[in-house]
């Protein structure tokens, strides 16, 4: 599956870029995010909690960064295991470029399912991948809002719930959104 | 006596025994059935579609609560389990055989298509089963897939077999290309296709599911799954887990949901959970989830096909030149690689004289499940190739679709096919004008102008088809009448939706004048089948099973001859029987009296046994070539709705020939189930693998589209009986023919509702979305011309 989006976030782009490095930020953001670990520089695992339809499951991710250009973008690919529920992979380019005041994070993703989720989960992917983007974003722009950044934007989401349900983290937060924020999570 | 036969026997509409039990709930399927002391199974299933297999990890899985034991290719490798082995013997180019994969239940070195089974857990419980399965750790690389056939044949595609480099586990020809070149030389015309025919999944009702019992103290295993024969299965368990006794394997079965051919075959589930039973000496049972079914079910169809029709300057075929690329799948199965060639290449050229015949076959390995026999096996694919190129040559030579048909119909009889098929008898014109007559073709002018006045396309389309059913040439029934005059047909096929219990008893009925409420069948248990039972499939039961019940019938007559002799004093030979009664120098008894003697030592004649109880295997004169050719013309009449390429099919007429008609009430719910499932192909199921990673993207309801009632409209189903001469009973066999006339019935009606918008050429299935496509496509050629 394809996804392209973007996001405006009424801070500066270098204050997205220090919020993309933000552990708490990012667990906190990410739906079903349960555990980040950082492997190398530039490899991290994760473990999320996700839902996709009538599939659920713990997925185990690995994520391995390349093209690092801070603060404005970078390359990620990424596979995860989710056991008898199936596994994916994909592949994310990301960049932020600065809007007025704000900053536009663009992401176009690649990824691949397999197993239960891309038999039965296929055709809710791309609906509950925007969703979970669209959860992120909306966490994230809220933390960030949070923590003193730039306020006042008429852009800015409102604030969205503290924490994030588990159940409501779908699989494809994991290989698209998810992979774009988990390695930032401990860059 | 009389009154009955007239009501009950052979040709009259008797509503099926079998359905008041079936509508209460009474039916026992496998999942019905619940043994003391019997532990649950779960699998896992390959999440790629090829990969090589690095590591199994069970460790966390065996620990899980209630779980017994968890076992892979290894265990089953280390315990001798056999491996599956097709038994096709066909014949490549150059004369070396067909090439077989040995497929062990279980995969110990690759997995080669997604869904296939890698690990399978055995717990006290189903969901603990099923929550240890989550804990098995399937380690493996993933390779590259290929999931198309014509991809598979690229330079450079994915190889599932490294002892098959090129992926073609069989090309055949019928003969080199030599002689249709020649006359293709010399045509006036040459006309040309190429055909997608769309992969479907069978879907039965009742999922794939097994229960193995060990008895422990006799060793011997019983299973119960859902089986169109279950010899078979008997068979195969046997050799790949009790070295061949068959005697340590029983196979029962009371209802099956649903066969459609995908429920004839020996699939690694069964293998895995009898081996687990055995291992374990515990009853064992595995209920297959709907996923499970769409993933690892045999799917059916599945060709691309190439084809060209020489003709003269008169409109008759000089020569037919067929190219034809089957996906056979991951693994050569029993039937998959012959299909095309055994099954198709039978009635190749359909309705109409081949003289010239050049017929080339590569089946390719990909990574997807295998194709296999499904309602009709290759005979609906190979009629869908020519009705639809026969409707296209009518328009490019200017001759009426009809007209053209009618020119090259078979007309003389027995026709030896190229194929080396004697088609014994037929009249295909008379189908052809009984169905025109019934679908009022002649008044379908002043309806495509109502269509056209309210916006929308009306078309109508035709096919005529040739069939060709009976598959293995031999079966076993025993009818058995005991003393209280009962019967019991003890069978060697298997009804599973087919309605035995009532033909064959109108059968017995008419034939020994035995009311036919006595009569019962009794199928589905390897330990009361007669030996050489093959079971139902391929439109036999009712010419080789019926015919089998006639010919022990007319043993059981005879004998009851002599004891009629005996009870009336008279000579056999004066002893007549007629409508259930025996006669004889003025007086008779009934073949009921006759029955309770037969149990009576004391009053049966010296010399003679016991009973009325004769087992006959039929095996036919004409061997595999002399089977019955059903045939007839289907008439679809749709309306397309231009904006929006929605098809709504409006009427539909079967013109049949199916032999003599048994029961019409019953084939007249055989054409309809078979034009339902023709319809569904043609209209919108169709199975999708991920040409990237392999993965089965319709894999459930919710992205595989079945048939609905509201797709379909009224069926008009008519018949054109011609018995046919290779079996006394005269039938030829109704269960497929609707798969064969609905598809191309249906895409030629399509074609001619958008015949004014300029759209040639449609491929199913023709959902909104094609349709919308091909008239937007017809519309921007036609503006760039």
């Known amino acids: 599956m394809d996804m392209t989006g973007e996001q405006r976030i009424a801070a500066p782009r270098q204050a997205v870029w220090d919020a993309l490095n933000d552990a708490d930020a990012l667990k906190a953001a990410l739906p079903g995010c349960e555990e980040v670990n950082k492997i190398s520089d530039t490899e991290f695992s994760a473990k999320l909690k996700l839902v996709v339809g009538p599939v659920k499951a713990q997925f185990s991710g690995q994520v391995t960064l390349s093209d690092i250009d801070a603060p404005n973008g970078y390359t990620l690919a990424g596979q995860g295991s989710g056991g008898a529920a199936g596994f994916g992979k994909g592949e994310a380019k990301v960049t932020l470029t600065d809007d007025g005041e704000g900053t536009v994070i663009s992401y176009t993703v690649h990824a691949t399912v397999g197993g239960k989720l891309a038999q039965i989960g296929q055709r809710l992917i791309d609906a509950t991948a925007k969703k979970m983007a669209r959860q992120f974003f909306e966490s994230f722009a809220a933390y960030l809002e949070a923590e003193g950044a730039p306020a006042g934007e008429a852009a800015a989401p409102a604030p969205a719930p503290a924490k994030v349900a588990g159940g409501q983290g779908l699989f494809w937060g994991m290989m698209g959104v998810a992979l774009v924020i988990l390695w930032v999570v401990n860059h | 006596m009389e009154a009955f036969t007239e009501k009950f026997g052979i040709g009259q509409p008797v509503r099926r025994k079998e359905d008041q039990r079936l509508l209460i709930g009474g039916g ?37 609560p209630g779980v017994l034991a968890v076992f892979t290719g290894r265990d089953l490798e280390k315990d001798g389990v056999g491996r599956v082995e097709s038994n096709i013997n066909l014949k490549q180019l150059d004369g070396t055989p067909i090439f077989k994969t040995q497929r062990l239940a279980l995969p110990t070195d690759k997995v080669r298509f997604a869904g296939e089974p890698v690990a399978m857990v055995v717990a006290e419980t189903a969901f603990q089963a099923a929550d240890a399965v989550e804990l098995i750790i399937f380690d493996a690389d993933q390779l590259p ?156 169809r599945d060709q691309v096909n190439s084809a060209q029709l020489a003709f003269d300057a008169d409109g008759k075929i000089l020569g037919y030149r067929l190219e034809t690329l089957v996906n056979i799948g991951a693994w050569v199965t029993e039937n998959g690689a012959r299909l095309a060639i055994d099954g198709g290449g039978r009635i190749v050229g359909g309705a109409y004289d081949i003289p010239v015949l050049y017929y080339s076959c590569r089946n390719m390995m990909t990574n997807t499940v295998s194709t296999d026999t499904y309602r009709g096996a290759g005979r609906p694919e190979a009629n869908y190739i020519v009705e639809r190129l026969m409707e296209k040559a009518a328009h490019e030579l200017g001759i009426d679709p009809q007209e053209l048909r009618r020119r090259n119909f078979i007309k003389t009889f027995p026709y030896t096919t190229q194929m080396g098929m004697k088609v014994d008898c037929g009249d295909f014109a008379a189908c052809m004008d009984m169905a025109l007559a019934n679908s009022d073709w002649a008044g379908f002018g002043p309806r495509a102008a109502r269509s056209q006045a309210g916006g929308k396309l009306r078309g109508i389309g035709l096919a005529s088809f040739l069939e060709g059913a009976g598959g293995r040439p031999e079966e076993t029934m025993r009818v058995q009448i005991q003393e209280d005059g009962s019967v019991n047909i003890i069978c060697g096929t298997f009804s599973h939706g087919q309605g035995h219990g009532t033909v064959y008893s109108q059968i017995v009925s008419e034939k020994m004048g035995v009311p036919f409420t006595a009569i019962d069948l009794i199928q589905g248990d390897t330990d009361t089948a007669p030996a050489g039972a093959s079971g139902t499939y391929g439109s036999r039961s009712s010419q080789m099973g019926g015919v089998a019940i006639i010919r022990a019938c007319d043993i059981i007559i005879e004998k009851g001859k002599v004891i009629a002799s005996h009870l009336l004093q008279a000579d056999t030979a004066e002893v007549t029987f007629e409508a259930g009664t025996f006669s004889a120098r003025g007086g008779s008894v009934t073949m009921a009296e006759v029955a309770k003697a037969a149990h009576d030592t004391r009053r049966l004649p010296d010399g003679l046994q016991p009973g009325l109880d004769e087992t006959y295997h039929y095996t036919r004169d004409g061997g595999r070539d002399d089977q019955s050719f059903p045939n007839g013309c289907h008439i679809c009449e749709v309306e397309v709705d231009p904006e929006t390429g929605a098809v709504e099919m409006l009427a539909y007429s079967a013109a049949d020939d199916c032999g003599t008609v048994l029961n019409p009430l019953i084939v007249h719910g055989q054409v309809h189930g078979g034009v339902a499932q023709g319809i569904g192909q043609a209209l919108c199921e169709h199975t999708v693998y991920d040409e990237e990673t392999g993965q089965l993207l319709t894999g459930s309801f919710m992205d595989y589209g079945m048939p609905r009632a509201h797709h379909l409209s009224h069926m008009a189903a008519e018949f054109n009986p011609i018995p046919s001469t290779n079996n006394e009973l005269g039938v030829k066999g109704a269960g497929e023919a609707g798969c064969c006339g609905a598809p191309p019935a249906f895409v030629n009606a399509v074609l001619d509702a958008l015949s004014s918008l300029g759209v040639k050429h449609l491929d199913m299935p023709l959902t909104p979305n094609n349709i919308w496509r091909a008239i937007h496509q017809a519309k921007a050629e036609g503006e760039t011309h």
Not at chain 2, 38 to 44: G, I, N, P, R, Y
Not at chain 2, 170 to 190: G, M, R
């Open chain 2, 28 to 64: 026992v399927y496998t999942d019905d059935i619940n043994i003391e002391g019997q532990v649950h199974l779960a699998f896992l299933r390959a999440p790629y579609a090829h990969a090589r297999i690095n590591h199994i990890d069970t460790t966390a899985a065996a620990q899980a």
């Open chain 2, 145 to 300: 897939a290929v999931v198309t056939a014509r991809a598979a044949g690229a330079q450079g595609a994915a190889v599932l077999h490294d002892e098959l480099p090129d992926n073609c586990a069989l090309h055949w020809q019928n003969d080199t290309p030599d002689a249709y070149d020649a006359v293709a030389a010399k045509a006036h015309k040459i006309v040309s296709i190429a055909l997608t025919n769309n992969r479907v999944v069978p879907v039965p009702m009742e999922p794939k599911c097994c229960i193995a019992e060990m008895n422990p103290g006799t060793g011997r295993l019983t299973i119960y799954a859902p089986f169109q024969g279950g010899r078979r299965v008997q068979g195969a368990v046997a050799d790949l887990l009790f070295d061949g006794e068959r005697d340590k394997v029983r196979h029962v079965s009371d209802n099956t949901g649903g066969g459609f051919g995908t429920r004839s075959k020996i699939y690694p589930e069964i293998i895995a959970v009898c081996y687990a039973a055995k291992s374990l000496g515990r009853t064992v049972k595995w209920l297959g989830d709907r996923s499970e079914t769409f993933v690892s079910d045999l799917h059916g």
